[in-house]
């Protein structure tokens, strides 16, 4: 009887030790994975930060007479659209990327101008159209080349009218939420679009245990 009890005891001490083992070689790797993630993420913004920067860069070349950063770092876009389902549509559209912080939509607006502003309309003279749909947005000037890259290839519309207005102070409040809510949201590898169960493997293997994995008795259950 002594011996068996010796032997039974023998047994649990190992099993705690593999219990053990396995438990901090989970921790290991499970610290391992986290520090491997935190490299990632900042691999990937720094990338991200490049990549606006040449896209930036890129677009100055073709719209720099349209717009330049202002001392507040935050700017007005006026676009005008022929109908409110197209102004509509282009919100929509900008708000996908946070490309903007708000909008005022202004639609049934009365629009005229002198042909001397319009070269691609053949008609001379003063210019009248109505029912137009003028679209107010703010953002900040990092965001500005998208922004009107966007609205073009939405309303399909190179001679889009669109004025930047830079805003000149605002409250450190106000400057603060707009830089934030316009701040583009990257999308590549985003953690709420990984299946956070796909890498989980359980800690030990589980088995159904009996009285006689404490003797030295053949029989077991697993």
């Given at each position: 009887?002594?011996?068996?009890?010796?032997?039974?005891?023998?047994?649990?001490v190992?099993?705690?030790?593999?219990?053990?083992?396995?438990?901090?070689?989970?921790?290991?790797?499970?610290?391992?994975s986290?520090?491997?993630?935190?490299?990632?993420?900042?691999?990937?913004?720094?990338?991200?930060?490049?990549?606006?920067?040449?896209?930036?860069?890129?677009?100055?070349?073709?719209?720099?007479?349209?717009?330049?950063?202002?001392?507040?770092?935050?700017?007005?876009?006026?676009a005008?659209?022929?109908?409110?389902?197209?102004?509509?549509?282009?919100?929509?559209?900008?708000?996908?990327?946070?490309?903007?912080?708000?909008?005022?939509?202004?639609?049934?607006?009365?629009?005229?101008?002198?042909?001397?502003?319009?070269?691609?309309?053949?008609?001379?003279?003063?210019?009248?159209?109505?029912?137009?749909?003028?679209?107010?947005?703010?953002?900040?000037?990092?965001?500005?080349?998208?922004?009107?890259?966007?609205?073009?290839?939405?309303?399909?519309?190179?001679?889009?009218?669109?004025?930047?207005?830079?805003?000149?102070?605002?409250?450190?409040?106000?400057g603060?939420?707009?830089?934030?809510?316009?701040?583009?949201?990257?999308?590549?590898?985003?953690?709420?679009?990984?299946?956070?169960?796909?890498?989980?493997?359980?800690?030990?293997?589980?088995?159904?245990?009996?009285?006689c994995?404490?003797?030295?008795?053949?029989?077991?259950?697993?």
């Amino acid at each position: 009887m002594a011996r068996l009890r010796k032997e039974g005891e023998e047994a649990r001490v190992k099993r705690e030790a593999a219990a053990k083992a396995s438990r901090e070689a989970d921790e290991k790797e499970h610290q391992a994975s986290l520090e491997a993630r935190k490299k990632l993420n900042q691999l990937q913004k720094e990338q991200h930060e490049r990549e606006l920067v040449e896209k930036k860069a890129e677009f100055e070349k073709t719209f720099k007479h349209l717009w330049g950063p202002g001392t507040t770092g935050l700017s007005i876009v006026y676009a005008t659209f022929d109908t409110k389902e197209m102004a509509d549509k282009v919100i929509t559209e900008v708000y996908k990327d946070t490309m903007i912080s708000q909008v005022t939509n202004y639609p049934g607006v009365l629009y005229e101008f002198k042909n001397e502003t319009k070269l691609h309309i053949a008609n001379p003279g003063l210019q009248v159209r109505t029912n137009d749909a003028r679209v107010e947005m703010i953002t900040s000037d990092d965001r500005i080349p998208e922004l009107i890259e966007t609205c073009i290839a939405v309303s399909q519309n190179d001679n889009l009218d669109i004025v930047v207005v830079q805003m000149t102070d605002v409250s450190p409040d106000y400057g603060k939420w707009v830089a934030l809510q316009s701040t583009e949201q990257d999308q590549t590898d985003a953690y709420y679009n990984v299946d956070p169960f796909s890498e989980i493997k359980p800690v030990t293997d589980k088995k159904v245990k009996c009285k006689c994995d404490f003797c030295p008795c053949p029989m077991s259950v697993e």
